[in-house]
Nanobody
Framework: QVQLVESGGGLVQPGGSQKLSCAAS????????MGWYRQAPGKQRELVAA???????NYADSVKGRFTISRDNAKNTVYLQMNSLKPEDTAVYYC???????????????WGQGTQVTVSS
């Protein structure tokens, strides 16, 4: 089994910064794409940012220029540096990873439990 554990959420003032981390553990052969999604109250879960194993990033338009995604393949960890935070960034942030557990197994998605980020004065 594969577990994703997020950390780094909390309360931050508008204009502030926060960094999220997500570490994958368990039976892992290789992780392809890792990403961050978020879900605000009453809204659907949306992609915030994703990164390939080679380090190629992809961002939602709403966070371009403010958020930076990165990863450490040796640690099976993905990060999300969030700057210039706005109240509309308030949401539960979920980590996602596309994992292969053995060379013969198909890849599948795994999710973290989510971490709350609240942007408020």
């Amino acid at each position: 089994q594969v577990q994703l554990v997020e950390s780094g959420g909390g309360l931050v003032q508008p204009g502030g910064s926060q960094k999220l981390s997500c570490a994958a553990s368990g039976r892992i052969f290789i992780i392809y794409v890792m990403g961050w999604y978020r879900q605000a109250p009453g809204k659907q879960r949306e992609l915030v940012a994703a990164i390939t194993r080679a380090g190629g990033p992809n961002y939602a338009d709403s966070v371009k220029g403010r958020f930076t995604i990165s990863r450490d393949n040796a640690k099976n960890t993905v990060y999300l540096q969030m700057n210039s935070l706005k109240p509309e960034d308030t949401a539960v942030y979920y980590c996602n990873a596309d994992v292969v557990v053995t060379p013969a197994a198909p890849n599948r998605d795994y999710w973290g439990q989510g971490t709350q980020v609240t942007v408020s004065s």
